[in-house]
């Protein structure tokens, strides 16, 4: 059902693909200019990934880069949406929070930017990836992140309205499937897969995610080897509300297009209704652990 209009008065977004390193400021040179690169081609909306910011190598230099929403680094991005003319979703900022002093742990934190520079919106990630998947390494997210105490409500951009996640929050279909509720037309999912699950599951889940909400689900991801303790998976994409890939950036650093149809969306949503299908009468309260 891939009959998605490639009209050019649709909104465009770009969504940008890059490898961190812990250099902030040489992360920052990357990133603005793929955004400049977007801005030139015509989007109205880019999308950074998990971590833009920097990928350290340990915790505690995780901690030492770790900066607050009002600090040098979210300037530098706000004049750059200001410049460029356009939305940046900045998909996982490490973000020491107003309890920083007590707790000495950072949120990892996706901002969402509108053209004149301002945050309009805030989620904090909820489910933190603490995993040992063999071949791949233990991650332990919690060592120096608090989770996020809530969801944030769906956002109006020019591109439709975006729910906000990041990475590991795919692995759980009751966030995306509340945001949908709530009226997202596009779930965003910046992310900085790793070698082994990124091949098995990345393209997957979020077409899965698609599907099951159809929404739009736009992924930017980390690439590449960040250093010599760390590498990531890639291949950024954007997925329809039918579950098919419209979009997908190449090897390496680099951004890939696509237009968003909301017609499309709402069209598919009619033919096939499954949110007037539900029963919560029978699956209400999911979520608890197995038993």
């Not at 539900?278 to 999911?286: A, I, K």
Request: aromatic share 8%.
């Amino acid at each position: 059902m891939a009959i998605s209009s490639s009209s050019c008065e649709l909104p465009l977004v770009a969504v940008c693909q890059v490898t961190s390193t812990p250099d902030k400021q040489q992360n920052f040179k990357t990133c603005a200019e793929l955004v400049r690169e977007a801005a030139r081609l015509g989007a109205c909306l880019a999308f950074l990934p998990e971590a833009f910011d920097f990928i350290a190598r340990d915790p505690a230099e995780t901690l030492h880069l770790s900066e607050p929403l009002g600090g040098k680094l979210l300037e530098e991005y706000t004049q750059l949406a200001r410049e460029c003319g356009l939305w940046l979703s900045l998909g996982g900022f490490h973000e020491r929070g107003q309890d920083w002093e007590q707790t000495q742990k950072i949120y990892n934190c996706h901002v969402l930017l509108n053209s004149n520079g301002a945050v309009v919106a805030t989620y904090r990630k909820t489910h933190l990836c603490d995993v040992e998947i063999p071949g791949q390494g233990p991650m332990c997210e919690s060592n120096s992140t608090m989770p996020g105490p809530s969801l944030e409500s769906p956002v109006s951009t020019p591109a439709g309205k975006i729910g906000l996640a990041v990475c590991y929050d795919m692995r759980f279909p009751e966030l995306s499937l509340a945001l949908a509720q709530a009226g997202a037309e596009i779930l965003t999912y910046p992310s900085a897969f790793g070698s082994v699950t990124g091949p098995a599951h990345w393209e997957v889940l979020l077409r899965a995610r698609a599907i099951e909400t159809q929404c739009y689900v736009v992924a930017a991801a980390q690439c590449g080897r960040h250093h010599e303790k760390r590498a990531s998976y890639g291949h950024s994409m954007v997925v329809d509300p039918w579950g098919t890939v419209v979009a997908r950036c190449s090897e390496g650093p680099g951004l890939c297009l696509a237009r968003i149809d909301l017609n499309y969306l709402r069209q598919l949503r009619q033919h096939l209704p499954v949110f007037q299908h539900r029963r919560p009468d029978l699956y209400g309260n999911l979520g608890h652990p197995l038993s």
